[in-house]
């Protein structure tokens, strides 16, 4: 779904990611809650893309990569390595918790951004760490974004 959405919006280069990405952060909602359904949310700009997946357990708190690069998880264990796929390919990514000082859900974001094109700058270089941030660098862009419903 969400790579036929990134397909039919002109960033083909993206399709893989945003399908990867997205089973990562969908996955943990259905390991890491109870929550019968979840909202995924993608908002298409010409340069970058801004896929979140909101789910109402705010107590089910994502365990997060420590800062400055990826721990490193048990070779052998199925597990554990969502996030650190987020942080290492996404241009940038946070958790953010909607309802004030009692929480009634979260959203797990991530930016996607097309390669450069010749001449043009890259997103980031292989490996760096993106900031962490708690909102999506871009705001609520304008206009509606478009709604998957999962």
């Known amino acids: 779904m969400v790579a036929s959405l990134m397909r039919a919006t002109g960033h083909d280069g993206l ?5 990867l990405l997205v089973s990562e952060v969908v996955t943990n909602v259905h390991l890491h809650t109870d929550v019968a ?3 995924l949310v993608a908002t298409v700009h010409p340069e970058w893309v801004l896929i ?3 789910d ?28 650190m796929l987020v942080q290492e390919c996404a241009h940038a990514w946070g958790i953010t918790w909607h309802g004030g000082l009692e929480p009634t859900g979260k959203r797990v974001w991530f930016e996607l951004r ?13 490996g760096q760490t993106p900031p962490q941030v708690t ?7 304008a206009g509606r974004p478009g709604k998957l419903g999962v």
């Open 56 to 83: 109402r357990a705010p107590r089910a708190h994502p365990r997060t990569p420590p800062p400055g690069g990826p721990r490193h998880p048990d070779p052998h264990a199925e597990g554990g390595r969502g996030l």
């Open 52 to 54: 979140s997946v909101e």
């Open 135 to 141: 909102d999506p660098p871009h705001g609520r862009p």
């Open 15 to 19: 399709a893989d990611p945003a399908r």
């Open 114 to 126: 097309d390669a450069p094109g010749p001449g043009g700058e890259a997103s980031r270089p292989v």
């Open 37 to 39: 359904k979840l909202q």
